[in-house]
């Protein structure tokens, strides 16, 4: 499926189908957040496994084929796969291929929304993007998924990304301070236990 304009502009009509994938263009009458257009894409949506795909962002041929694959008999509810991170010129910065670790991501997002295959049932439990999070809210949605269970890490490169800078006057990083920041810890202070706390502090301690 395919959500039409984020915080306004044009979207080009789509065919019905993209090979023998059908596909589905969503036309809210109003602009979307990223938040409102994400929630909206999830609900509309048919299949069994949800992803993300932003406009400047490319899954590889085998992208989708090896999280069905990690993900199918398994007990993992959402696996995620290494990216390449690109420029504004197309040439690559860096790559994101981490190990799992829930310690880690309570400190930083490091999970591109493209690289995450998730199962629709952990929308049907709750998960869902925060209209208030800003910039932070697809960190916020990834912690609400692992909440539910840790998510599994399929090595190596299948998905490439754009590099976004963040907004003016925010510092990523688990030292950094800003009210979005404070915000989502705020949300998240009383589902987090001390002892989480604790192995988020060693992590960054290391």
Known sequence: GLVGPVGGG???????????????QLNPPDS???????????QAARGQYLV?????????????E??????????AFAAYAGV????????????????????????????????VLFHRSLVEKGCHFRA?????????????VANHAPLLHIQNISAMVKWE?????STPGFNARSQDRDKLYGIWSSHIQPHEWSQTLSWYGS
Not at 10 to 24: K, V
Not at 33 to 40: G, K
Not at 165 to 169: A, F, Q, R, V, Y
Request: hydrophobic share 40%; aromatic share 10%.
């Open 84 to 115: 390449a991170v690109l420029g504004p010129d197309g040439s690559r910065l860096s790559t994101l291929d981490e190990p799992w670790s829930g310690a880690r991501l309570r400190g930083e997002n490091f999970l591109a929304s493209a690289a």
């Open 10 to 24: 044009e979207i080009h009509p789509l065919g019905e189908a993209c090979g023998r994938y059908p596909l589905t």
């Open 132 to 144: 208030d999070s800003a910039y932070l809210a697809d960190w916020d949605f990834w912690l609400q």
């Open 52 to 64: 993300f795909l932003n406009g400047c962002d490319l899954f590889l041929a085998d992208h989708l």
């Open 165 to 169: 800078p963040p907004p003016s006057g």
């Open 32 to 42: 979307l957040t990223l938040a409102s257009a994400s929630n909206l894409g999830m």
């Open 66 to 75: 090896r999280l069905v694959r990690a993900l199918i008999g398994g007990s």
